[in-house]
Structure formats: C-alpha cells, structure tokens
C-alpha cells in the first residue's frame, strides 16, 4: 500500500514540475493536464508521468506538437492522453 503523504508529495512536485517547464506552451499543454487530473493521479501514472517529463524539452514539445516522430521507447499513450486533454478543452 502507498502512503497517502506520499502521494500527495509527489502530485505537488509534479504539478509545480508541469507547469514550469520553461515555455509557455509546455506550460499550458502538460501542466493544465496535470492541474486537472491531480487528485486522481496514482503511483503508476505518476511514475509514467516523470519519466515523461525527464525528456528533453524540445523533444517533448515537437511530440506534443505532432513535430516529430514519437520513438518507441516513449510512453505513446501518456502523450496522446495529454493531447486529446487540450483538444477536449477547445
């Protein structure tokens, strides 16, 4: 079982994580997504989270975009998870 605190603790940091990123547009794409499933983020996405967010930011950005080509070894769900996010807002 995970501790409660400690999940709490690490929706903070991803959320602080997410809505800094360094663009504005980074900002509003994956810290909006984050702001608005907090609550509901568990262990697992929290973890898929984070590794996402240990890319590089222009890499990240032009998935995000559709500018490039995802690769493989990246977490394809999570990124059209936070795509069809933005798009359901518009």
Same mark, same amino acid.
């Given at each position: 079982? *995970?501790? $409660? =605190?400690?999940?709490? /603790?690490?929706?903070?940091?991803a959320?602080? #994580?997410? @809505?800094?990123?360094? *663009? =504005?547009?980074?900002?509003?794409?994956?810290?909006?997504?984050? &702001?608005?499933? %907090?609550? +509901? %983020?568990? &262990?697992? /996405?929290?973890?898929? %989270?984070?590794?996402? /967010?240990?890319?590089?930011? +222009?890499? %990240? @950005?032009?998935?995000?975009?559709? =500018?490039s080509a995802? $690769?493989?070894? *990246?977490?394809?769900?999570? !990124?059209? *998870?936070? #795509?069809?996010?933005? !798009?359901? =807002?518009?």
């Open positions: 079982m *995970t501790d $409660p =605190q400690s999940i709490e /603790m690490r929706r903070k940091r959320l602080y #994580r997410a @809505q800094h990123r360094g *663009t =504005q547009e980074m900002d509003i794409l994956i810290g909006g997504f984050v &702001a608005d499933h %907090l609550d +509901t %983020l568990d &262990a697992e /996405m929290l973890d898929r %989270l984070e590794a996402l /967010m240990d890319h590089e930011e +222009t890499d %990240l @950005q032009a998935w995000l975009m559709g =500018q995802i $690769p493989d070894n *990246t977490d394809r769900d999570l !990124i059209d *998870t936070i #795509r069809n996010h933005k !798009i359901s =807002q518009n």
